[in-house]
């Protein structure tokens, strides 16, 4: 399977709390609910279209005990989400859970990097990451990742989780996909290359 991971982040690099000024106020943060004013229907379909795809969910303790506590209570049968995410595989990576209550849940313990590489080596589609943003920089890092998804929000919010402030490893990206929406959400697909090209060239440095 192909891993993807799905992150909507700020002009500034924060992932944190995008849903709602309550979903995340670890760390005392203040902010949440930046992405909300700017949501349409373009945002709607490019993420269904995504969530589409896939044949699983692989997702941090955080993420996972979260989603499962909110999404078997959405009722509305218009919520083009809701059956996926109900329905599909879920993969938790911790070692603090025994089972999960979302089913179907299988819980992955140990290295999550080892853990993941085998649930990647088998057949299938798309596993994809929603969230999370701690396993998937983490995954990210190890070369795990095969797309990157980003939906960029035009605020900048100063202060919260960023999804990639310290990357532990060069990595490069090729942009494969992008669209604007009207309400100016940047959708931006990128898919991972390995190691990122140097910065210098005949001589020259770079500043990127």
Do not use: C
Not at 10 to 26: A, F, I, N, Y
Request: proline share 7%; no cysteine; net charge negative.
């Amino acid at each position: 399977m192909k891993i993807t991971l799905t992150e909507f982040v700020t002009l500034d690099g924060v992932s944190q709390g995008p849903g709602s000024p309550t979903e995340d106020t670890s760390d005392g943060f203040t902010h949440g609910g930046w992405l909300v004013p700017y949501l349409d229907e373009q945002f709607v379909r490019r993420t269904s279209d995504w969530l589409a795809l896939a044949d699983g969910l692989l997702l941090g303790r955080r993420t996972y005990e979260a989603f499962a506590r909110d999404w078997p209570h959405i009722t509305d049968p218009n919520d083009p989400y809701t059956e996926r995410m109900n329905s599909l595989p879920k993969y938790v990576v911790t070692n603090t859970l025994t089972e999960g209550a979302w089913h179907p849940t299988t819980v992955l313990h140990g290295d999550p990097v080892q853990s993941v590489g085998n649930l990647k080596a088998q057949p299938g589609r798309e596993l994809q990451i929603h969230g999370s943003a701690r396993l998937g920089k983490a995954l990210l890092s190890a070369g795990l990742v095969d797309t990157l998804r980003l939906v960029v929000a035009p605020a900048m919010v100063g202060s919260g989780r960023r999804l990639l402030d310290h990357p532990s490893a060069p990595t490069g990206l090729r942009l494969v996909h992008h669209d604007v929406t009207a309400n100016g959400l940047l959708l931006l697909e990128y898919e991972h290359v390995g190691v990122a090209p140097s910065a210098e060239y005949e001589g020259v440095t770079a500043f990127v």
